[in-house]
């Protein structure tokens, strides 16, 4: 599993770990401040913003020609898109400039408390031993595509909808990085839908895209524990999965994906 379930939400489990380690370095710097110094209170705040705030600049100074594009792009941190080394640069920083050395100790034993919380959700995460299922699936002109057979090169594969507005979002991004990038395979999936569906949003949003396959009884989602839409697979060459996405992929994340696969 890579999320937690909460009625129909899918949370993910790596967020679930960074508010985990913020909450505990919040509440650590609280308690430490009732017994030694007040001023740690505030600094454990200001630290969480600091860290949160510097992560996400890191993020996108690294991947500053993709963010030139679409400037505004840089607000929509639902979508991913933090650094954690940059967010304990900033953090750190910000310790060293407005806390006296004496209390020093004291923000290295919150930090120590928040790595340790975020530790405990590390279990639950992992693709170790997953492979790329050999399912066969029609395509949406009609043929039928054995999953198995595009083992061979690297494999993105992305399980979408089209009453999905996340999918919806990204699918355009995703389709033109697949052309961009030939030698990666690109895989969309739909999700519980006939062909009329897919066909109908691809040609409303000027879409093209080489693999479009469908899965209306939901094969993929059984095989590889789908818990929502979007979810991304990235498989090497073998046809090992390598990492997994749940939820809207920016494009700086997904070229950031891509560098790894390859």
């Known amino acids: 599993m890579d999320a937690l379930q909460v009625g129909p939400l899918a949370i993910p489990w790596v967020r679930l770990q960074v508010a985990l380690a913020l909450l505990v370095l919040w509440g650590a710097a609280e308690v430490l401040a009732r017994r030694t110094d007040r001023r740690l209170?505030?600094?454990?705040?200001?630290?969480?913003?600091?860290?949160?705030?510097?992560?996400?600049?890191?993020?996108?100074?690294?991947?500053a020609s993709v963010y030139?594009?679409?400037?505004?792009?840089?607000?929509?941190?639902?979508?991913?898109?933090?650094?954690?080394?940059?967010?304990i640069l900033a953090g750190g920083g910000y310790t060293l400039m407005t806390l006296p050395k004496h209390l020093w100790r004291y923000a290295l034993l919150a930090g120590a408390a928040a790595l340790l919380a975020a530790g405990l959700l590390m279990g639950r995460r992992g693709t170790e031993g997953e492979r790329l299922p050999n399912l066969?699936?029609?395509?949406?002109?009609?043929?039928?595509?054995?999953?198995?057979?595009?083992?061979g090169k690297p494999l993105i594969l992305n399980a979408w909808a089209t009453w999905c507005p996340p999918c919806r979002r990204e699918l355009p991004m995703m389709a033109r990085l697949a052309r961009e990038n030939p030698d990666v395979h690109f895989v969309f999936v739909s999700q519980g839908e006939g062909p009329l569906a897919v066909r109908n949003f691809l040609e409303a949003e000027g879409i093209e895209a080489q693999w479009v396959l469908l899965?209306?009884?939901?094969?993929?989602?059984?095989?590889?524990?789908?818990?929502?839409?979007?979810?991304?697979?990235?498989?090497?060459?073998?046809?090992?999965?390598?990492?997994?996405?749940?939820?809207?992929?920016?494009?700086?994340?997904?070229?950031?994906y891509l560098r790894a696969l390859r």
Do not use: C, I, M
Not at 41 to 63: K, T, Y
């Open 68 to 87: 030139a594009k679409d400037p505004l792009s840089v607000l929509y941190v639902w979508q991913g898109g933090f650094d954690p080394w940059w967010g």
């Open 215 to 256: 899965d209306p009884e939901t094969k993929l989602s059984q095989a590889l524990g789908v818990q929502g839409l979007p979810t991304t697979f990235f498989f090497d060459r073998e046809g090992r999965l390598v990492a997994r996405h749940l939820g809207e992929l920016s494009e700086a994340l997904l070229l950031g």
């Open 41 to 63: 209170a505030s600094w454990g705040q200001n630290a969480v913003w600091v860290g949160l705030l510097g992560a996400r600049l890191g993020f996108v100074l690294e991947n």
């Open 136 to 151: 066969v699936l029609p395509a949406l002109g009609g043929a039928e595509v054995r999953l198995g057979d595009f083992q």
